[in-house]
């Protein structure tokens, strides 16, 4: 395995397939591994570490776990011990001896201890942490993490085979590539750029809930960088397990992102807006058209979808065009619920 990597961003991610080496690198990086070449450096800081195995005392009771760093002399923030429990929804196990929990509630537990020991500006190392999480779960944890890093609560380093868990949560990714056997880290990178080729998700919005319709919702999307949403676009997404004015974050990859010149009259999709061409960029064998949806209000959100070079010539599509974009409700998957103040912003390539 060949891995360089010097980095400030305050948050970072590994992304690969399963199998390919990342936590080889993170034990590499927390020096549990000596490398055959060179060295690793990290700043002194506690650290939290949450690995995919259980890391627990099994004849302690889960309360007790979770209070180990700061029986250690780790200074806690007040209030977090209450938000993790919440979150990992670990009320009820808080009696219950370590070594009776299942799997999976082991996993939380482990998880929730890691994120307590690097309270106040420790270093926090995930390794897939919400890959063993239920979709309920996984979008409450995803939005606890988003939470921590706005507040600045530590730094994180991050290996997952989620390209849009990344994406939301890092400042920069670095990609595993497998080759012939041989593991070899591309170079870091913003996670849009970065994940992009790897099947991440390209368009990450937040919103907050308007209306209810069944299994559907209305998400007004708000503006990346006040938090504002008292208007701007509205995208009918998937509503189920969600409430009226949840704050939520939001995946659609570009690939699930049509265009056309002209209006598309009565379609199936609940999401058609009119748009302006803002950015065209190279992706592999294909364009990256970067739109600009309109909204009233002034609030526009962007959007990005993969184009053939041919259908580009064809529609005679440059910066300015005037267009449609659309998706299916279903193309919209809700990754997290998070509080107001916490929305990660998007992050343009």
């Not at 209000?297 to 184009?307: A, C, D, M, P, W």
Request: include cysteine; charged fraction near 20%.
């Amino acid at each position: 395995m060949d891995w360089k990597l010097q980095s400030d961003a305050k948050w970072f991610g590994l992304f690969g397939a399963s199998g390919g080496g990342k936590t080889t690198a993170l034990e590499l990086a927390l020096g549990w591994l000596r490398p055959t070449r060179g060295h690793v450096q990290l700043p002194s800081k506690a650290v939290g570490y949450g690995p995919q195995d259980l890391l627990l005392f099994p004849n302690w009771t889960v309360e007790a776990n979770l209070l180990a760093p700061s029986r250690a002399g780790r200074k806690m923030k007040p209030g977090l011990l209450e938000r993790v429990v919440e979150a990992f929804e670990l009320g009820p196990l808080m009696g219950r001896s370590a070594g009776q929990l299942s799997g999976g509630e082991g996993r939380r537990v482990t998880l929730a201890r890691a994120i307590l020991a690097a309270s106040g500006g420790g270093l926090l190392v995930l390794d897939e942490p919400l890959s063993s999480l239920d979709r309920e779960r996984r979008r409450r944890v995803l939005g606890l993490l988003i939470e921590l890093r706005s507040e600045g609560h530590c730094t994180a380093l991050i290996v997952s085979h989620s390209a849009a868990d990344l994406q939301v949560l890092c400042d920069e990714v670095q990609v595993l590539e497998v080759n012939d056997g041989y593991s070899r880290f591309g170079t870091a990178g913003p996670p849009v750029t970065v994940l992009a080729d790897a099947g991440g998700f390209e368009n990450i919005l937040t919103g907050v809930l308007t209306s209810t319709h069944g299994d559907s919702a209305v998400c007004r999307v708000l503006d990346s960088n006040s938090g504002v949403a008292e208007s701007g676009l509205e995208l009918t997404i998937p509503g189920r397990g969600l409430h009226l004015e949840d704050r939520v974050v939001l995946g659609l990859r570009a690939d699930d992102v049509l265009v056309t010149l002209d209006h598309p009259g009565r379609v199936s999709a609940r999401n058609v807006f009119r748009g302006t061409v803002v950015g065209v960029h190279p992706f592999s064998s294909y364009r990256t058209l970067e739109i600009e949806a309109d909204a009233e209000g002034g609030v526009n959100s962007r959007f990005r979808t993969h184009i053939t070079e041919g259908a580009l010539d064809e529609l005679g599509i440059g910066v300015g065009t005037a267009l449609y974009l659309m998706f299916k409700t279903r193309s919209v998957e809700v990754l997290a619920i998070t509080s107001q103040g916490a929305l990660p912003k998007d992050r343009a390539p």
